[in-house]
Every structure is written in C-alpha cells, then in structure tokens.
C-alpha cells in the first residue's frame, strides 16, 4: 500500500528555519514527480513546491521562491523542504504525495495523485 509520512513539522518564530521529510512506503518513489502542498486554517489546500523524478527540475508557488528549497533522496525513498525565513502566513498542515506532472504549482492540485499521509503542522508565531 503507497503512503506517505511527512515529519519535520513544529513550532517556529518569524525568521526561522525547519526542513520537512516526506518518507514513502510501499512503492519505490525514484519514479515520480512528487509535490509538497499545503493547507492554512479555513483555506484551501494549495501547491507548495515540486520535484521531478530525475531531479532536475523543480519548481514553486510564487509566495515561497527564494525562500523554500525542494530535494530528495531516491536511496532513503524520501523527499525534503527546506523552509528559510518562514513567515506567519506559512502556518498550515503540509502534505506530500506523487504527482502526474511537476509543473504550474497554481495547478498542481489538479496534477496530484489522491493518496495523502496525515500531513505535520508548521507553525510560524513569535
């Protein structure tokens, strides 16, 4: 059965740092896109960040560039995001899962497989 275990998540102040972990189970991950996506309190889940499975492209939502970096690890079946100077309009439940396509995050919902772990909760507070 594929599933996902995102971990990483807390409480952080303005300014911040945390790096995410999104481990699969179940089915070996070096084949696909996979993309982080996430939901604020009485919002929508949105895409994040996304990664193709040869690395070598990836892409973010426009509120995180510059700031977020996304990676992964095929040998520990295991993607990250990395969170710099995180923000208060941060704060949401983030989720990993595959995707059909890395590409337009305004989209990427439409693109993502429908197979979700529970998420970790960040949680950016001074």
């Known amino acids: 059965q594929l599933q996902f275990e995102e971990s990483g998540g807390g409480l952080v102040q303005p300014g911040g740092s945390l790096r995410l972990s999104c481990a699969a189970s179940?089915?070996?991950?070096?084949?696909?896109?996979v993309g982080w996506f996430r939901q604020a309190p009485g919002k929508e889940r949105e895409g994040v960040s996304c990664?193709?499975?040869?690395?070598?492209?990836?892409n973010y939502a426009d509120s995180v560039k510059g700031r977020f970096t996304i990676s992964r690890d095929n040998a520990k079946n295991t993607v990250y995001l990395q969170m710099n100077s995180l923000r208060p309009d941060d704060t949401a439940v983030y989720y990993c899962?595959?995707?059909?396509?890395?590409?337009?995050?305004?989209?990427?919902?439409?693109?993502?497989?429908?197979?979700w772990g529970k998420g970790t909760l960040v949680t950016v507070s001074s």
């Open positions: 990664i193709r499975s040869s690395s070598t492209y990836t």
């Open positions: 179940g089915f070996t991950l070096d084949y696909y896109d």
């Open positions: 899962t595959t995707m059909y396509a890395c590409g337009n995050m305004a989209t990427a919902l439409n693109w993502a497989s429908d197979n």
